[in-house]
């Protein structure tokens, strides 16, 4: 359990109880859309076990591991340059 977790926010908080508005914070996550990486411990594990229905979970493999999913590379749009999210919103600037 030495991992990572990458959280990405997929709900609102709105009309959620305080607790659930607080751990979804205590995550890292402030909007629909954003994503942090943290450790994947038991205690974050509870965190997002709380909030399950706020998130989605996907583990990521340690850079030393030399696991061959690891390696391989990720298929879909995200495996794409310059596919980042934005915070600031909007369309993409056009490379002139």
């Given amino acids: 359990m030495a991992g990572r977790l ?3 926010q997929v709900k ?3 009309s959620h109880i305080a607790r659930n508005r607080a751990t979804v914070r ?3 996550l402030h909007r629909i859309g954003d994503v942090s990486v943290v450790t994947d411990n038991e205690a974050t594990r ?3 076990r709380q909030v399950r229905f ?3 979970v ?5 850079k030393g591991a030399t696991d061959t999913a690891a390696s391989e590379p990720s ?3 995200s495996a794409e ?4 999210r934005r915070r600031s919103g909007g369309r993409p600037k056009e490379n002139a």
């Fill in 6 to 8: 990458r959280v990405t």
């Fill in 12 to 14: 609102s908080t709105i």
């Fill in 26 to 28: 205590a995550l890292g």
């Fill in 46 to 48: 509870g965190m997002v």
């Fill in 54 to 56: 706020l998130v989605e």
């Fill in 58 to 62: 996907e583990e990521i493999a340690d």
């Fill in 75 to 77: 298929a879909g749009p």
């Fill in 81 to 84: 340059p310059g596919s980042a």
